[in-house]
């Protein structure tokens, strides 16, 4: 592919010119002119620079400088592209940022997998129903008892077909009549994922 550093070379060489010619013609420096045959723009603080050296080798040479320029712009320009995607990869991924990477991309995958599987366990698990309150199953010349349970939020909860509403904690409190001997108290919790739990207690009352 022909670069500007090529297209002048030859140039200069079809005219029979020494860099040491072309130095004294356009005040430049021989390593200067032979970095811009060789295309090397590396030792040039300034793309100004390289860009007036271009302009007045190629006017000494005959050849014109807008063409020679346009190449120069479009070589740099993917010098600049790579020397940017370098510094980006060398700065922003080491060896210790890629461990880390590695590392939080892990720990997210087993919190996603953590997540994923408690969420179809919730999914296929019916609800649970704690009793907090009577402890004892034994009562004497008591009427009736007050149950105190706990369920989630949004379960719905029947005791004998009536539909009993919890608070915001998921608490639910129910008036339990006693007759004399053994009572016998069903509960029917279920979850919002259609699944129903059901609890039997006894209690029994003394006279």
Same mark, same amino acid.
Not at 49 to 76: C, H, Q, W
């Given at each position: 592919?022909? $670069? @500007?550093? +090529?297209?002048?070379?030859?140039?200069?060489?079809?005219?029979?010119?020494?860099?040491? &010619? /072309?130095?004294?013609?356009? !005040?430049?420096?021989?390593?200067?002119?032979?970095?811009?045959? #060789?295309?090397?723009?590396?030792?040039?603080?300034?793309?100004?620079?390289?860009?007036?050296?271009?302009?007045?080798?190629?006017?000494?040479?005959?050849? &014109?400088?807008?063409?020679?320029?346009?190449?120069?712009?479009?070589?740099?320009?993917? !010098?600049?592209?790579?020397?940017?995607? %370098? *510094?980006?990869?060398? +700065?922003?991924?080491?060896?210790?940022?890629? !461990?880390?990477?590695?590392?939080?991309?892990?720990?997210? @995958?087993?919190?996603?997998?953590?997540?994923?599987?408690?969420?179809? +366990?919730?999914?296929?698990?019916?609800? !649970?129903?704690?009793? /907090?309150?009577? $402890?004892?199953?034994?009562?004497?010349?008591? &009427? +009736?008892?007050?149950?105190?349970?706990?369920?989630?939020?949004?379960? /719905?909860?029947?005791?004998?077909?009536?539909?009993?509403?919890? #608070?915001? %904690?998921?608490?639910?409190?129910?008036?339990?009549?006693?007759?004399?001997?053994? *009572? %016998?108290?069903?509960?029917?919790? $279920?979850?919002?994922?259609?699944?129903?739990?059901?609890?039997?207690?006894?209690?029994?009352?003394?006279?």
């Amino acid at each position: 592919m022909l $670069t @500007v550093g +090529k297209i002048l070379k030859n140039e200069r060489e079809k005219k029979g010119l020494k860099l040491s &010619d /072309i130095e004294k013609s356009v !005040k430049v420096r021989s390593k200067f002119l032979n970095a811009i045959e #060789n295309d090397n723009w590396s030792i040039f603080t300034s793309k100004i620079y390289i860009t007036g050296i271009i302009r007045n080798y190629s006017k000494e040479l005959g050849v &014109d400088p807008e063409k020679m320029l346009a190449f120069f712009r479009r070589e740099y320009a993917k !010098k600049e592209d790579t020397s940017f995607r %370098k *510094n980006l990869t060398s +700065k922003y991924f080491t060896p210790q940022r890629v !461990k880390i990477l590695y590392f939080l991309i892990f720990l997210l @995958v087993i919190l996603f997998s953590y997540y994923f599987g408690f969420q179809i +366990k919730r999914y296929f698990t019916p609800p !649970k129903i704690e009793i /907090i309150s009577p $402890t004892q199953n034994i009562f004497k010349h008591q &009427d +009736k008892i007050k149950i105190i349970g706990k369920t989630e939020r949004e379960a /719905i909860i029947k005791i004998f077909g009536d539909r009993i509403y919890q #608070n915001e %904690k998921g608490v639910f409190s129910y008036d339990f009549p006693l007759k004399e001997g053994k *009572n %016998k108290l069903k509960i029917e919790i $279920t979850g919002a994922n259609g699944k129903t739990s059901i609890i039997e207690r006894f209690y029994y009352l003394e006279l």
